[in-house]
Nanobody
Framework: QAQLVESGGGLVQVGESLTLSCTPTGHIFSITSMAWYRQAPGRQRESVAEITAGGRTHYSGSVKDRFTISKADDYSEVYLHMPNLKPEDTAVYYC??????????WGRGTQVTVSS
């Protein structure tokens, strides 16, 4: 069974940028959407951004107009470009793929820490 592997996290200063990548270890068929979630210490996991197979994007209010989600043309990888990072963006970031018929895949997460 394919798994998702996130990369690109790290420790940055306020205002710096990171781009996260999510790569499956094998082929995943019938992808309907790909998304990024995050979980800060002591908080529930929350949706950050989603991109459908058709290319439509959705963002949470806290990152809208700041983060950009994109995907590879072959729908294999998904990316999250995060400019102008803030301390409140500190969290573990997870990627998620949804497929037909109603299956989903999760990665193990990558830590993003924004230091002031």
């Amino acid at each position: 069974q394919a798994q998702l592997v996130e990369s690109g996290g790290g420790l940055v200063q306020v205002g710096e940028s990171l781009t996260l990548s999510c790569t499956p270890t094998g082929h995943i068929f019938s992808i309907t959407s790909m998304a990024w979630y995050r979980q800060a210490p002591g908080r529930q996991r929350e949706s950050v951004a989603e991109i459908t197979a058709g290319g439509r994007t959705h963002y949470s209010g806290s990152v809208k107009d700041r983060f950009t989600i994109s995907k590879a043309d072959d729908y294999s990888e998904v990316y999250l470009h995060m400019p102008n990072l803030k301390p409140e963006d500190t969290a573990v970031y997870y990627c998620n793929y949804n497929t037909l018929p109603g299956r989903e895949y999760w990665g193990r997460g990558t830590q993003v820490t924004v230091s002031s």
